[in-house]
């Protein structure tokens, strides 16, 4: 199976700052990339799709690129709703995978 | 809207069966698969398969095969998930979510608690 690595575990930002997130895979997946949000005692949601396109109603300053085996998420200015784990997930090879998850908190 | 509603929480003693449920609303039920998801206390995301809501072909994680079993009932737009021979590490919160395009995972149920627990 295909293993996603999220990188950095915790990153601790302060609001209105640049959040950068990276999901590495152990093969490539294409561009066949998710990310995924959860805030606390909430179901995730899906925030991006394919590497780089936006689900409906995601704001603009979250952002995606990579393809092959090198992803980043970047939210460009962070914003008090953000704070919350972000999960990469990819749909290239089954069984489906994610990622450990990258906790954004407030510094 | 897509609306995915799940059954309530549950606590089961060790080597029971639990089956959780997912209420679908707001879309062409047969059009979409569903898939489960699950999330131990304070752990990340784990799949465990999916079910095509047309057909009712599965297709489970091999971790889970022989004591998971997917269903759906079309006359109610509900989708089903039993997991048997229970231990304490199923002990987590059970999503289901639906398939939009082979592995994305567009709406999510608000989950399912289940603890084992002697």
């Not at chain 2, 994305?104 to 627990?117: A, F, K, R």
Request: net charge positive; hydrophobic share 30%.
């Amino acid at each position: 199976e295909i293993v996603l690595t999220q990188s950095p575990a915790t990153l601790s930002l302060s609001p209105g700052e640049r959040a950068t997130l990276s999901c590495r895979a152990n093969q490539s997946v294409d561009t066949y990339l998710n990310w995924y949000q959860q805030k606390p005692g909430q179901a995730p949601s899906l925030l991006l799709y394919d590497a780089s396109r936006r689900a409906t109603g995601i704001p603009a300053r979250f952002s995606g690129r990579g393809s092959g085996t090198d992803f980043t998420l970047t939210i460009s200015s962070l914003e008090p709703e953000d704070f919350a784990v972000y999960y990469c997930q990819q749909r290239s090879n089954w069984p489906l995978t994610f990622g450990g998850g990258t906790k954004v908190e407030i510094k | 809207q897509v609306q995915l509603v799940q059954s309530g929480t549950e606590v089961k003693k060790p080597g029971a069966s639990m089956k959780v449920s997912c209420k679908a609303s707001g879309y062409i039920f047969t059009g979409y698969s569903m898939h489960w998801v699950r999330q131990a206390p304070g752990q990340g995301l784990e799949w465990m398969g999916w079910i095509n809501a047309k057909s009712g072909v599965t297709n489970y994680v091999p971790k889970f095969q022989g004591r998971v079993t997917m269903t759906r009932d079309t006359s109610i737009t509900t989708v089903y998930m039993e997991l048997s021979g229970l231990r304490s590490d199923d002990t987590a919160m059970y999503y289901c979510a639906r398939d939009d395009r082979l592995g994305l995972l567009d709406s999510w149920g608000q989950g399912t608690l289940i603890t084992v627990s002697s």
